[in-house]
C-alpha cells in the first residue's frame, strides 16, 4: 500500500498561497470553520490563533487546498497542500517544486500572472519547453504543456 502524504509550503500568508495555488490547480480552499469553532469553544485554541478569511473562521497560520474530487476532510487522503507560516522568508531556490502540465502552457501562465505570479524564465530539453515562475512568495515552479 502507498503511502499517504501531503505537501507542505512554509510561507508569510498561508492564505495568500492558499487562494493562489487554489485557482492554479483548480483546487478548492478547504473549509476548517466548523472544526475551529469546536476548538474555540473547548478552549484548545485562543482569539489568537485564529482569523476571517471571506467571512469564515480560518487559522491564523495554515490554510489547506485540496483536490475537489477528494472528499472532505481530505487529511491522510492525499491530493493536498498546507501553507503554514514560519519565521523566516524565503532565501535561495527551492529543492522541491511542482509542475504543472497543462493543455495550453501560453495561456496558463498568463492566468497565472494575472493571480500574482511571476515568470523567472524558460527550459528545454529534448525539444519540450516550459516556463519558469514564481508564486506571490516567490516559491519556483513550472509550467509546461501536457503531452
Known amino acids: 500500500m502507498a503511502t499517504s502524504f501531503k505537501i507542505c509550503v512554509d510561507c508569510a500568508d498561508p492564505h495568500l498561497l492558499a487562494s493562489f495555488w487554489a485557482a492554479a490547480l483548480d483546487y478548492e480552499i478547504e473549509d476548517h470553520a466548523p472544526l475551529i469553532r469546536q476548538l474555540l469553544d473547548a478552549g484548545a ?27 472532505a476532510p481530505a487529511v491522510g487522503q492525499g491530493g493536498r497542500v498546507l501553507f503554514q507560516v514560519v519565521p523566516e522568508p524565503k532565501s535561495a531556490k527551492n529543492r ?14 498568463a492566468r497565472l500572472v494575472e493571480l500574482g505570479a511571476t515568470v523567472t524564465g524558460h527550459g528545454e530539453e529534448g525539444g519540450r519547453g516550459w516556463t ?14 501536457a503531452v
Open 45 to 71: 485554541v485562543g482569539p489568537d490563533d485564529v482569523t476571517e478569511v471571506d467571512g469564515r473562521l480560518a487559522f491564523r497560520a495554515a490554510a489547506a487546498i485540496r483536490d475537489p474530487a477528494v472528499p
Open 96 to 109: 522541491m517544486h511542482l509542475d504543472l502540465h497543462v493543455p495550453d502552457q501560453a495561456a496558463t501562465v
Open 132 to 145: 519558469v515562475m514564481a508564486d506571490p512568495e516567490g516559491n519556483e515552479f513550472c509550467v509546461a504543456n
